[in-house]
């Protein structure tokens, strides 16, 4: 790495987990328990039932499957959904069993530090195997859509360094993804680093 190559700055925006319980859930008794919560059923099967430490929105559905979104962590999504179980049983209500958790994508922001060449880039993944299908259609969005086979993720990069990572499971894998493509730009001279 030289000296105006910095580490990319990776940022989690969002984890999305899906959870479930053993047996359903009354959410009628959720509703009179935490008049907070937000239950239409004429638009929405789930109820929303957000929590502030963890700030997340956690979906609740009669049949025991909850889903929670706007973690900003795999561990922050995991607590979200256990704290969400505690308040139920505080109620009263009866909850058996385990919480099986488990996490179904993690978006992130991530900052190269330097411009990218995306015509070149694509052009090089165009006639060399870079471990992925590129699409690149200039005219209809401003980036390259780049779908990694390992690990399995999809990355919008855009000519001002800037990525959007997503469809990780786990965060090792989402900076995985990154610094394999950060590896492919710099081995491909598709990246120029802000000089400072």
Do not use: W
Not at 38 to 67: C, H, Q, S, W
């Amino acid at each position: 790495m030289t000296e105006l190559e910095k580490e990319p700055e990776i940022k989690v925006e969002n984890v999305v987990a899906s959870a479930s319980l053993e047996h359903g859930i009354d959410l009628q008794a959720v509703v009179k328990a935490f008049p907070i919560v937000e239950y239409r059923p004429d638009v929405f099967p789930g109820l929303v039932f957000r929590t502030k430490r963890p700030r997340t929105a956690n979906l609740i559905f009669r049949t025991g499957k909850m889903v929670c979104t706007g973690a900003k962590s795999e561990k922050e999504a995991r607590r979200a959904l256990k704290k969400v179980v505690r308040k139920l049983k505080k109620t009263g209500m009866v909850i058996r069993g385990k919480l099986h958790i488990k996490i179904q994508n993690i978006v992130a922001s991530v900052i190269l530090g330097g411009k990218v060449d995306l015509e070149g880039f694509y052009k090089m993944g165009e006639k060399v195997d870079l471990g992925g299908r590129m699409m690149y259609e200039p005219e209809q969005f401003p980036g390259v859509i780049y779908r990694m086979k390992d690990p399995r993720t999809v990355i919008l990069i855009f000519s001002s360094g800037k990525l959007v990572c997503t469809g990780a499971k786990k965060e090792e894998e989402m900076n995985q993804a990154v610094m394999k493509l950060r590896q492919e730009l710099d081995e491909n001279d598709a990246i120029i680093y802000d000089t400072p």
